[in-house]
Structures are given as C-alpha cells and as structure tokens.
C-alpha cells in the first residue's frame, strides 16, 4: 500500500488479560518497566499479570512484593492475579478471602489442578470471595514425558514426541461439572483445540458463568507451519489446521471472548534449543493487534468493532478492569511494516511472527508518542 492510504484511527486502549511479567524473580527474562513499555506500545493500557513469581502472590507479604514493584515502574496499568494455591503446588489453598480485596482473579497459571477434589475447594472459594477463576487447563497424565509440540503431523514427520489435545480438552471438561456444581465465575486460558471451543459453547448455552481466551499464535498458525526453533515452542502448542479453524470461527461468533497474548519471555539461550530444550513461551504485547488487524480484520475474519470487542470491552467487562473510553490509542492504518525482534521494547523477542508482514502500527497510547518504529519517547 502506498502511504497515500494510510489513515489513523482512534481506538478505545487495549486490555490484555493473560501477561507474564516476571518480576519479582526473574528479572532477567523481563521486568515490569520492560514488559509494560511493550504494552503501551502494542497499544494496551491494561494487563493483567500471571503469579508464576518469585514470591508467588499466594499471601498478602508476597502480593505486597509485587504490587510495590508495580507501583515504581509500570507504564500501564496492572492488575495482578493471585495464586490459587500455595507456591502453586497444587496442594493446598491459598488464603483467597485475604487476597480478593487486591488481584483481579485466581489463577495456578501454567499448572492445573489436577486434585479434583481441590479443584471443587477452589471454585467454591472463588465464588464465595466473588474474584474468577481463570484456569490453565492441563492433565498432567496425559502429557508424555518430552512434550514439546501438538501430536499431529509435524511431530510424526520429525518423530516428536507430541502433546495430545485430550491432555486440554478433558479438563476443560471436567472442570465445567464442578462449575455447575459451584456457581464460579471461571475463565479458560489459551483456548487452543477444536474440542474446548465446542464444551464451552455448549457450556454457554446452558448458562454457565463461564469465558474464555485464545491467541494470536493459535488463530495464525498451524503445526504445518513449525520449523525446530524454539520461537516455536509454547504451552500449548499450536494445533492442526482444523483447530486454528474451529477457533477462528468460535472467536467470530463470539464463543471466545478474548484475545490474550500469554506473554511468556525468556532469554535469548533459553529458547536457543530447538523445539524439543527451549523453554515453553513466547512474547506477543508488541505484535498482537497489527497482526489481529492484518491477518483477521483484513481477511474478513472479524470485523474490526468484533476484534476491539474481543482486545478492549469484554477482557474488561469478565475481570471489571477500567473503561477504556479515557484511554484512546491512535493506530496507523495501511502501512508496510514487518515484525522485527530487534525492535521489540520487551527483554523477550521470541516470536514466531519474525518478518511477517502487518499493516497496522500503534502510533499513540493514551499522552504517550511513538516513533516512527513503534518505541516510544
């Protein structure tokens, strides 16, 4: 497109619900003041952060920690998840009363609870504190040992050992009879098979408190399109085709509420071990809208007030974040920009987008100016 069709447009701020921070603990994949540069510049003004810290935020000394880092250095606004569990362990129940008054939710982020009988402790505390679930839906003994990409042809062709979508979709199952039981507000992470886009339409339809979100990475992508390198590498993997397709279609009707970006960044050696030794993890605040916009709005996908509806109205109106009406971004439409890590803002710069073509830049978030290569000054 030649710049002469370029237009800008306003924007209510984008609201992410499912970001890794890392800090406090882990400083040097990322750190509040890094990862929220990376926000404000993918146009979001509010995230909300998963408690794989170090202190998990599983009391309120440890949640202290964490909520006084936010206030030095975040450049957005965070809203902090709580651990469901202590030490996310899986063992015993966090004090979710103390916690409620200050996380947006509850969440054991990249483990699920596999004690059924925790499970419904959980739920019914979540709902008598009156904070949401939002559940990495994972069965642990049906994961193999070396797991590292979906099992579909990609890990045949390259003898893999592959990650089945059973391992999610059965306790997505499963956990949707202890939310009929219990009445809890209860959110899916990273949706990412066929099979969990069907439960919770029907769990929908039979009036269930429930939502969801999935991912650029699970919306664009394919196990045809893996390559060994760890860029690739996430949890969970990106599916077949006929996921990505499932999933598209349940985001246009509205099955899936959210789009989230599960940033996970890691260090450049960290992800330097091909699919089978790289960290689990990928970063995504930088690239999500203009590749949504891209290779969604402008494929007829979705509309462009569906995919605001999917990145601002309904992440804030499940976890109560602030309206977005003070908080325009002003995006740049019908550029020719490519996806460069070297850019990013973010410490992580693992994406598998790496020189994919988008046309669409942020240019403004909220009183903060862009550059011309989307940092801002």
């Not at 559940?135 to 579909?152: I, K, Q, W």
């Not at 199952?173 to 202890?178: A, F, G, N, T, W």
């Not at 009707?253 to 992800?271: R, V, Y």
């Amino acid at each position: 497109m030649g710049t002469s069709e370029i237009q800008h447009i306003l924007l209510p701020g984008l609201a992410d619900c499912h970001v890794h921070l890392r800090e406090p603990g882990a400083e040097y994949k990322e750190t509040i003041a890094s990862g929220t540069a990376a926000a404000a510049a993918g146009g979001f003004t509010d995230i909300c952060a998963m408690p794989n810290l170090n202190p998990v935020p599983d009391c309120l000394d440890a949640l202290q920690v964490e909520l006084e880092a936010i206030e030095r250095s975040a450049r957005v606004r965070v809203h902090p998840f709580a651990a469901i569990t202590k030490g996310q362990a899986g063992r015993e129940l966090a004090d979710l009363a103390a916690l409620a008054p200050h996380v947006v939710g509850f969440s054991d982020d990249g483990h699920g609870l596999q004690d059924i009988g925790l499970a419904r402790e959980a739920f019914a505390a979540a709902r008598e504190v009156g904070r949401p679930i939002s559940a990495h839906c994972e069965v642990n003994s049906l994961v193999p040992a070396g797991g590292c990409v979906h099992d579909g042809v990609y890990a045949r062709a390259h003898f893999l050992t592959g990650i089945p979508s059973s391992s999610e979709w059965r306790m997505v199952e499963r956990d949707l009879e202890i939310v009929r039981d219990t009445g809890v507000q209860y959110h899916i992470c990273h949706v990412s098979t066929k099979e969990s886009a069907m439960l919770v339409r029907e769990a929908k339809r039979d009036g269930l408190r429930i939502s969801c979100e999935t991912a650029p990475h699970y919306l664009l992508l394919c196990d045809d399109d893996l390559a060994d390198e760890g860029r690739f590498k996430m949890n969970p993997p990106v599916r077949g085709a006929d996921d990505r397709d499932a999933l598209r279609e349940a985001l246009a009707d509205g099955t899936i509420d959210c789009i989230a970006t599960d940033h996970a960044p890691h260090s450049a050696e960290e992800k330097s071990r091909g699919l089978s030794g790289s960290a689990f993890g990928i970063v995504g605040l930088e690239t999500s809208f203009a590749l949504c916009y891209t290779y969604l709005v402008e494929k007829g996908v979705l509309t462009l007030d569906a995919l605001i509806d999917r990145m601002s109205t309904r992440p804030r109106a499940i976890f109560g974040l602030p309206p977005a009406e003070k908080d325009a971004i002003e995006v740049a439409i019908g550029v020719n920009d490519t996806i460069d890590p070297s850019r990013f803002l973010s410490k992580g710069h693992s994406t598998p987008f790496a020189g994919w073509q988008v046309s669409a830049r942020i240019i403004r978030n909220g009183s903060a100016a862009c550059g011309h290569d989307g940092r801002f000054l």
